[in-house]
């Protein structure tokens, strides 16, 4: 194993270690594992007998948060090289689905009506997904505009 490897492998277990912890605390029964993937993102998955909604949030907020808290902790420890994703009853794989499915609909109807199509509230990784799912649409580009909290996402009609 190299030393990349073991440095990953050391940060991927910090990184569950502190999730369990976490949600220990909170009174959640569940278990969390732990992977890295080639490029070095650590992958945190809760799973559990019982609901995990409580640990999912609305729109996947209390996720966010837990994924944000066991950053901190990775980069302060191991430095800022690894990337933390927390994900739990595949949330972010059905979401990112959810929003793909949407962005093309609304692609349609931006396409059918030649109207801008404004997605507010959305995170910047689901803003992402969005920009990625119609970036070779032929009939509508997207961008964002804004800051913050108010920054959408725009799908426009081409020219």
């Known amino acids: 194993m190299s030393d990349i490897e073991t440095s990953a492998s050391t940060a991927a277990e910090t990184a569950r270690e502190a999730l369990q912890g976490i949600l220990d605390r909170m009174g959640i029964e569940c278990t969390v594992s732990a992977h890295v993937d080639g490029e070095g993102q650590i992958t945190l998955d809760v799973s559990s007998d019982s609901d995990l909604g409580t640990v999912i949030g609305r729109d996947g907020d209390t996720l966010n948060a837990l994924q944000l808290l066991v950053s901190v902790i990775v980069s302060r420890r191991h430095g800022p090289h690894s990337r933390v994703v927390v994900d739990a009853e595949n949330y ?51 961008y964002s505009e804004g800051e913050g909290d108010a920054r959408v996402l725009v799908i426009s009609p081409r020219d």
Do not use: C, F, M, W
């Open 92 to 142: 972010r794989a059905r979401r990112a689905e959810s929003l793909q499915a949407r962005a093309i609909e609304l692609a349609q109807r931006v396409k059918a009506t030649g109207r801008e199509a404004l997605l507010e509230s959305l995170h910047a990784y689901e803003r992402r997904i969005i920009h990625l799912t119609l970036a070779d649409h032929p009939d509508v580009y997207t």
